[in-house]
Nanobody, 123 residues
């Protein structure tokens, strides 16, 4: 069974940084595309970043482009999201997921959600 465990969230001041971790179990995540999502209070979950397994291409939503970086770790089945220059509007629960494919495509095709990790950006 495909499962994800997200960690690394917390409280950070505006302008600060966090690195989120996504550990996949139940499948070889290194061979599949992984995406990061977030859901802010009162809002729908949105896809913010994707890492294709076939070619290593990365994609970012406009709201995080230039500030967030998705990457795979040296440890098997680990994916990270480095978040810099955090803003209060980045406050949300962050999730990782897979579309079970080798390329990114539509964020609507992702599933196997974990519990998420809370990120709060506040002074």
């Amino acid at each position: 069974q495909v499962q994800f465990v997200e960690s690394g969230g917390g409280l950070v001041q505006p302008g600060g940084s966090l690195r989120l971790s996504c550990e996949a179990t139940g499948f070889s995540a290194d061979y599949y595309t992984i995406g990061w999502f977030r859901q802010a209070p009162g809002k729908e979950r949105e896809g913010i970043s994707c890492l294709s397994s076939s070619d290593g291409n990365t994609y970012y939503a406009g709201s995080v482009k230039g500030r967030f970086t998705i990457s795979r770790g040296r440890v098997k089945n680990m994916v990270y999201l480095q978040m810099n220059s955090l803003k209060p509007e980045d406050t949300a629960v962050y999730y990782c997921a897979t579309n079970h494919r080798e390329i990114c495509g539509s964020y609507s095709a992702f599933d196997s959600w974990g519990q998420g990790t809370q990120v709060t950006v506040s002074s």
